[in-house]
């Protein structure tokens, strides 16, 4: 059975660093995201989401690395505490700029691994063609 991989973040303005972050979060098995509610967002950022949540978690939802995502249920940066123990993932996936000390003691305290993954640039990225225009 594959091990259930959990990543949180509010993922406004969704770009290639976050889909490369959610590609390497997946090699550890079936990923599930908790998107930052607006809320969040405007706590941690101080300012509205360019992306109204629901289309966030739509966004989030349609890749082909994430299994599920949800709107996480709590606000600020451990927005995800109430989700995260309901849930009970095998390992709580974050770069090394989402690590914080109490995201680990976190983990520590529900036995879930935490994995902290390293931020690298993906070199040459490679775009299929569309053959269907030719």
């Not at 993922?11 to 590609?23: I, K, Q, R, T």
């Not at 098995?29 to 950022?45: A, I, P």
């Not at 940066?77 to 770069?95: A, Q």
């Not at 989402?98 to 490679?126: I, N, S």
């Amino acid at each position: 059975m594959k091990k259930k991989v959990f990543v949180s973040g509010c993922y406004d303005m969704l770009h290639s660093g976050h889909v490369a972050f959610f590609e390497e979060a997946a090699r550890y098995g079936d990923l599930y995201v908790g998107v930052g509610s607006d809320r969040t967002l405007m706590e941690l950022k101080a300012r509205k989401a360019v992306n109204p949540e629901q289309e966030r978690l739509y966004m989030v939802r349609s890749l082909k690395a994430v299994k599920d995502a949800w709107i996480n249920s709590g606000t600020g940066i451990l927005d995800f505490e109430k989700d995260l123990e309901e849930f009970r993932p095998d390992i709580f996936f974050v770069n090394e700029d989402g690590h914080t000390p109490a995201k680990e003691a976190f983990c520590r305290r529900l036995g879930v691994e935490y994995v902290v993954g390293k931020r690298l640039p993906r070199k040459g990225m490679q775009v299929r063609p569309n053959t269907a225009l030719r």
